[in-house]
């Protein structure tokens, strides 16, 4: 059974990091690409950065670009995303997601979004706030 479990999110104060984890299961991600995304209250979820199955490329949106570190380990079968300096406007529930599709791996601001993406985890809630 494919499954992608998030884990990493929880409170924490303007200024504060968090480091998101991505666990895959009943696959190998070693030829997937991983996409991290976000969904505000009453917003659309939005791509927040991808990252190529050869880890060769990276895609950051504006919002988060200096901030935020994506990362991967197919090892462990693992994804992350290291959040720096988060800000109240980057609470949302984030979500882990990966696709084999061969666009996606050329990843950008076009690629990086949802509609790209196979396989969803459950999401895990993060919050900044003091």
């Known amino acids: 059974q494919v499954q992608l479990v998030e884990s990493g999110g929880g409170l924490v104060q303007p200024g504060g990091s968090l480091r998101l984890s991505c666990v895959a299961s009943g696959f190998s991600l070693d030829y997937y690409t991983i996409g991290w995304f976000r969904q505000a209250p009453g917003k659309e979820r939005e791509g927040v950065s991808c990252i190529s199955s050869s880890y060769s490329n990276t895609y950051y949106s504006d919002s988060v670009k200096g901030r935020f570190t994506i990362s991967r380990d197919n090892a462990k079968n693992m994804g992350y995303l290291e959040m720096n300096s988060l800000e109240p406007e980057d609470t949302a529930v984030y979500y882990c997601?990966?696709?084999?599709?061969?666009?996606?791996?050329?990843?950008?601001?076009?690629?990086?979004?949802?509609?790209?993406?196979?396989?969803w985890g459950q999401g895990t809630l993060v919050t900044v706030s003091a």
């Open positions: 997601a990966t696709t084999t599709s061969g666009w996606a791996d050329e990843v950008s601001e076009t690629t990086c979004v949802e509609s790209f993406y196979a396989y």
